[in-house]
């Protein structure tokens, strides 16, 4: 099972990964995008990699 991270040095906290699985990704008060889980059964880690305008998510 794949492991996301998020660079939080690049995170423009656009939410576009939390709309995209809300299970692993919840953007906080800090305008930044934490991961709630390693990883979830409803998204393709490929999608939201790429769907990140910033390019901060990838996964291990
Ligand atoms: S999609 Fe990328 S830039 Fe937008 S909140 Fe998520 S990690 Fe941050």
């Not at 998020?6 to 919840?26: I, R």
């Not at 059964?41 to 910033?54: G, L, R, T």
């Amino acid at each position: 099972m794949p492991k996301f991270i998020v660079d939080e040095n690049l995170c423009s906290g656009c939410g576009t990964c939390e709309a995209m699985c809300p299970q692993c990704f919840k953007v906080e008060d800090d305008f930044k995008s934490h991961v709630l889980k390693d990883s979830c059964d409803e998204c393709d880690p490929d999608e939201v990699v790429a769907d990140c305008p910033m390019g901060a998510i990838s996964y291990e």
